[in-house]
């Protein structure tokens, strides 16, 4: 069992706990608003333990809450490299993405959200659009692409990365993964992700080939 660190200061004067079992711990220090504990605590502990998502899922609240939404992000993709369905996850990455500016992605997160529940009758982001810093001006022009087009484009060119390569592979999309992999290892020439190319190409294969013989 896991044992809360005694040196560990408490923040508010409330500090008892009868139990050994650290994710826990992290959830009521998360309740009592006391983010930078929770943070300490899981940092401590997630590197012996990465496999306990409901912690991520703490940790990454806790990152946002303090405005920390790069280092949430990164957070939420481990857990969804892990399980690729996890709504809560998924709903956090959307709020997120969007308290971050990054409507684009928030849709996509939460898109997938409604995928895999037809029925949720919608979904509500507690953030609001962080203020820019400096106004931007956005120019447009007109392009012979359609909008349409455009917008898909730039979607795929966001989704394009190691951990959603990592994703289809494990949701057995095999062909979309092994087109991510082959176009990010082209493009760095990076050994990992040379390795996962060459599972994926074979992963592919024997699908293919259980295919034919079915």
Same mark, same amino acid.
């Given at each position: ?106 849709? *996509? /997160? ?13 979904? $509500?982001?507690?953030? !609001?659009? #962080? @203020? ?52 990010? *290892? /082209? ?13 994926? $190409?074979?992963?592919? !294969?024997? #699908? @293919? ?6």
């Amino acid at each position: 069992m896991f044992k809360l660190d005694k040196t560990l200061q408490p923040e508010s004067e409330n500090w008892e706990y009868d139990f050994e079992f650290w994710p826990k711990q992290a959830e009521e220090l998360l309740n009592r608003g006391e983010l930078s504990h929770v943070i300490e605590l899981c940092e401590k502990n997630l590197p012996a333990d990465p496999g306990i998502l409901s912690a991520r899922i703490i940790y990454s609240r806790a990152l946002c809450g303090l405005n920390r939404l790069d280092e949430a992000v990164e957070q939420l993709y481990q857990i969804l490299s892990i399980d690729p369905d996890n709504m809560a996850a998924l709903k956090l990455l959307g709020d997120t993405q969007y308290r971050n500016n990054d409507t684009v992605s928030a849709m *996509a /997160s939460y898109g997938r959200v409604l995928e895999i529940d037809p029925d949720c009758r919608g979904l $509500k982001c507690a953030f !609001a659009p #962080k @203020e820019l810093e400096t106004p931007q001006k956005l120019v447009l022009q007109r392009s012979p692409e359609t909008p349409v087009t455009a917008k898909t484009d730039l979607v795929e060119r966001l989704f394009r990365t190691e951990t959603v390569g990592d994703i289809y592979l494990k949701q057995g999309q095999l062909q979309e993964a092994l087109e991510i992999f082959r176009e990010l *290892a /082209s493009e760095t020439q990076n050994d990992r992700l040379n390795e996962k190319l060459a599972n994926a $190409k074979r992963l592919a !294969a024997l #699908k @293919e080939k259980r295919d034919v013989e079915q």
